[in-house]
């Protein structure tokens, strides 16, 4: 990771207040070792949550954020310009949250940072805690108790990042939010309408909708045999192929050049179909988890079991029945003396 550019400022707002002020810095931080450490380790918290929103920028005429973000841009992201950008922002939230209750101030990180080939511009909401640190006497042999406060890394109030070549290109979804849980879903619209996030689709949507266009689409065809693959085994293998997807981002021009040797079957489908899928999205590993396994639950008895089962003929239903057909479960059956 690269860290470019790092500054920090302060929303000072409890929530049964209903005006915010600002402590507004005026220079970033050195990008030293602990720096390039907070940041890695709020980003971090984009890569621990596979269900997030994905947006595009709002018009610059219906939000400041956007606007501001666009000067940024133009200018190059030189620190001077990021450090405006920052202030202007600030100010802009402090505005839309006066006369409001409920939300809560904290300290606002601004970094500018590369992972990978990926320029992004982050911004975590971050706030104190307190812990209990052992404090060892010497003298006495002993240990007491101590409070300290230390900012909290692991649980952020709000978190968005903006993929900046995405952004230059126009043509994809740049803006990526954290979700947050439905009671704090007042709060979270405070922030995605400061920084300006437009048609939003959940990752976990978005992984709905590229497995419903995978059933849909026909078998690619098997590379030894000739002919096309069983259906079982094609599905087995788009599952492999999204666990192993780097950074957890599914290309549609990686899975056609994987599956239809880069005849665009996907990317056409898309296209056909007006799909809200793009050229590359995070997915959602509980919703795709969910889609090859099975769980099902009825009068104290559990089943859990994948599509490849069903396909194999491991189970089955026949009217009103379900029958299992797997001799290893038999034989614990057994075992257990269960024979009737």
Known sequence: MELHHLIVHELIK??????????LSLACLPPEERAHELIRKLNQTFEQKSDTLLGYFSAPEDALFPGYFHIL??????????????????????????????????????????????RNLGIFLVRD??????????????????TITYLNTEKLAMAGRINVAKF????????????????????????TNWIGLDRPESSRALTKSFLDMVEQLPPPVDEE???????????????????????GTISIQAFDEVFYRNEPKAQSFISEQ??????????????????????????GISLQFTRQDV???????????????????AEKWRRQGLVT
């Open 14 to 23: 409890a929530p049964e207040e209903n005006e915010a002020r600002l402590f």
């Open 73 to 118: 841009q133009e200018n190059g992201f030189t620190q001077e310009g990021f450090q405006q950008f920052s202030r202007d922002t600030m100010q802009a939230l402090q505005l839309s949250l006066q006369g409001v209750t409920g939300a809560k101030g904290g300290y606002l990180v601004y970094a500018d940072y590369t992972v990978g080939i990926e």
């Open 129 to 146: 805690t307190e812990g209990i640190l052992f404090d060892k006497d010497d003298h006495h042999r002993s240990f007491g108790l101590r």
């Open 168 to 191: 230059q290109s126009g043509q994809s979804r740049c803006l990526e939010l954290i979700k947050h849980a439905p009671s704090q879903r007042t709060i979270s619209e405070y922030f």
């Open 225 to 247: 045999s000739g002919q096309p693959m069983a259906t079982h085994e094609f599905q087995e293998q788009v599952r492999a192929f999204a666990m192993e997807a780097p950074r």
């Open 274 to 299: 007006e799909l809200p899928l793009e050229d590359d999205f995070r997915f959602d590993q509980s919703t795709l988890k969910r889609h090859f396994q099975h769980r099902l639950s009825a009068d």
């Open 311 to 329: 396909a194999a003929g491991r189970i089955r239903m026949e009217g009103d029945t379900i029958v299992i057909s797997d001799p290893e479960l």
